[in-house]
């Protein structure tokens, strides 16, 4: 299913968590891994000069330069390249999230794998996630796994798998995602709905139907694309949904959180992520995956 891996990084301390679990999915899944790693901006059309994405600075690219910063990716990931039989490292110029769907494009990766931020704290302060990840989120034809706290990226695989729904048009391709993930990886499967309530004063009967009503839906939109797959289980909650699929994520050890990349804007060229899935990518102890299309779920 992970048959070819893209990981995104700079380098930075921001992305190690997610090296880590791109190396380890590829050990365990017989993936190809690459390392894809965008020098900058160049200064002009067609220059050597670039400004480096990591400190800002103007460098001049050539062949020795290329070859140090290769160097130095198999410095910071020589514990990861020690393991790892089929990975390789691609460095280019450009803008970084054009050539991260550039490379993916070509390579028919299967997954994009990226840290939150590409270093910038301050990111992390705001609560939202870096504007790389936005834009290839946005537009990847392939899903986009995050790994934001370090403590997510500490797993043992795949096991159980947390898929959050709002229902809406863009959580079914994320479902099927995650359902064919379970599927072939022998995983448990939770399908969670969380009954937003944030900043409402309701009657608690009201609360309770509600509830009653949103358990129906799954078992009539979900429950029928299972086929013979039977290791689910269902969970509808209240409360402010961001922090609810983050409680249950850790009450039961989940692996991986699948979600939609967006919600209310139906045009996915349009759509920003979606501020849950910010919150939940931001709070997470555990990589989310996020699905913008339909094509390579």
């Known amino acids: 299913m992970f048959k070819k891996i893209l990981l995104a990084t700079t380098g930075s301390p921001a992305s190690f968590g997610a090296a880590r679990v791109a190396f380890d999915m590829a050990k365990r899944y ?138 809406s048009k863009q959580a079914v391709s994320a479902f099927k995602f995650a359902l064919n993930t379970a599927r072939e990886l022998d995983c448990t499967l939770t399908i969670f709905h969380a009954l937003d309530i944030s900043g409402k004063v309701l009657d608690q009967t009201q609360i309770e139907d509600d509830l009653i009503v949103a358990r129906k839906r799954i078992r009539e939109t979900y429950v029928p694309l299972m086929g013979d797959f039977k290791n689910f289980d269902i969970e509808v909650w209240e409360g402010a949904p961001y922090v609810e699929i983050v409680k249950l994520a850790r009450e039961k050890q989940v692996d991986l959180i699948v979600m939609a990349h967006h919600t209310h804007e139906l045009d996915a060229e349009k759509a920003k992520i979606g501020s849950t899935v910010e919150q939940v990518i931001i709070r997470a102890n555990c990589p989310v995956v996020s699905v913008s299309k339909p094509d390579k779920v």
């Open 30 to 167: 017989g993936s190809e891994v690459t390392i894809f790693h965008v020098l900058g901006v160049p200064t002009k059309a067609f220059s050597n000069f670039v400004n480096d994405v990591r400190t800002g600075e103007e460098v001049e690219v050539d062949e020795e330069y290329i070859s140090w910063v290769e160097e130095e990716l198999k410095t910071t990931y020589a514990k990861q390249f020690a393991g790892a039989e089929n990975a390789r490292i691609v460095i280019t110029t450009g803008a970084p999230h054009r050539e991260i769907l550039r490379e993916a494009r070509a390579q028919d990766a299967d997954l994009i794998v990226m840290g939150a931020s590409s270093g910038d704290n301050a990111i992390y302060r705001k609560g939202y996630p870096g504007s790389t990840l936005q834009k290839v989120a946005k537009a990847a034809r392939c899903p986009v796994l995050t790994v934001h706290r370090e403590s997510a990226s500490y797993w043992g695989g795949f096991s159980s798998i947390l898929f959050g729904t709002d229902f």
